[in-house]
């Protein structure tokens, strides 16, 4: 997985688009009123990572290349929507598209800000876009059950696939999402081949005012914190209004911004930390004159499969993987005071990486 993609969905007026101009430094209509967000915008941004400013320093490298999150911004969802109200179905295939998904819940209270449903209460909106994501499941569950039931006739392999979807068609029905449906390892590899909605990692983004900083903290947030720890999930409160105001400053004027809210750091770089981690995404890096660059792998790729990140022909003459880690890199100053040290590693092809490994591979 080399660019992490997470689906912005939230209710119209949450403060989505606001929040997705301020990430992605990319202007798009954020007026106050519904479906202002029709094509699903794109916004590819770098998670900044300020150990690859040291290591380009001690390497003399000529550019930093930082590890990248795909935003999507998806229209606002409605009641409805998996029957075709509001923008309908088009929207849930973007979100099917998605690595992950990322609700906007609207934790604020502002009378010049129209609620699409007149009062604001984050459960409520959360139930309504669950329900909307539960119903389009059950419609690809209940399609798919039609033509496996025809298909499994006389076919026995094809029980264990018609069972997963009786199972995942019962779940559903009582509307619950896949997330909280205990499936066996077997059951677990049938239901990667579906592209369940509710399957997808969710991260809930509770949208605060001005008025709860530092604290980023209200009774509407602690209701969505207790919503998310039933079904696993994980909140990250944001001012979408003063990450706005954030993106528009350079970064030391953005720095000073923050230590006068008493913040230590942007929204931004806290969701996307999360993110990476709802995903179980780790980085390695590479450090030359050339390039300091960052790499995005799964946690447990091998030296090899990550050496094939950034050249197929690395992995297939892989022969050992010279391994320090980031912290070694700074205590030693550099690759060469590392291997004096006795903190260089040599690492066969099945080492499982580790996030923050400077990696040197040696290849046929």
């Known amino acids: ?40 915008n794109l916004g590819i941004v770098n998670v900044v990572d300020r150990r690859l400013h040291l290591l380009s320093e001690q390497s003399k490298s000529k550019k930093i290349i930082y590890a990248t999150v795909t935003f999507v911004d998806i229209a606002g969802l409605v009641k409805g929507a998996s029957q075709g109200e509001g923008l309908g179905n088009q929207f849930l295939s973007h979100i099917r598209e998605s690595d992950a998904i990322i609700q906007i819940v609207r934790c604020f209270d502002d009378l010049n800000v129209i609620h699409v449903a007149g009062k604001v209460d984050p459960l409520q909106d959360i139930e309504v876009i669950q329900l909307e994501l539960i119903l389009s499941d059950l419609q690809m569950t209940e399609n798919a059950f039609q033509r496996m039931e025809k298909q499994a006739k006389g076919k026995k392999e094809l029980l264990p696939t018609l069972q997963l979807l009786k199972k995942a068609q019962e779940h559903l029905n009582q509307n619950l999402s896949m997330r909280l449906l205990s499936l066996t390892p077997e059951e677990e590899e049938i239901a990667r081949l579906y592209p369940f909605l509710t399957r997808k990692k969710m991260l809930y983004v509770c949208n605060v005012s001005e008025n709860d900083l530092p604290s980023l903290d209200n009774p509407y947030v602690q209701q969505v914190r207790a919503y998310a720890e ?22 030391k004027d953005a720095a000073e911004f923050l230590q006068s809210l008493g913040l230590k750091e942007s929204g931004l770089d806290r969701l996307i930390r999360e993110a990476f981690s709802l995903l179980n995404l780790i980085t390695f890096i590479t450090t030359g004159e050339i390039e300091t660059r960052a790499w995005t792998i799964q946690r447990g790729t091998t030296a090899a499969a990550a050496a094939g990140k950034i050249h197929t022909d690395l992995e297939k003459g892989f022969i050992r993987a010279e391994i320090v880690s980031y912290d070694d890199m700074v205590r030693y100053k550099g690759r060469v005071g590392a291997r004096e040290a006795g903190r260089a590693r040599s690492e066969g092809r099945d080492y499982p990486m580790q ?9 046929n």
Do not use: W
């Open 1 to 40: 997985m080399s660019n992490l993609s997470c689906g912005f969905v939230g209710l119209p007026n949450v403060g989505k688009s606001t929040l997705f101009n301020a990430l992605t430094r990319k202007q798009i209509p954020s007026e106050n009123y519904p479906f202002c967000t029709i094509d699903p």
């Open 230 to 251: 039933k079904e696993g999930s994980r909140v990250v409160p944001i001012c979408a209004r003063i990450e706005e105001e954030i993106s528009r400053l350079d970064e």
């Open 355 to 363: 996030d923050g490994d400077v990696a040197l591979f040696f290849h």
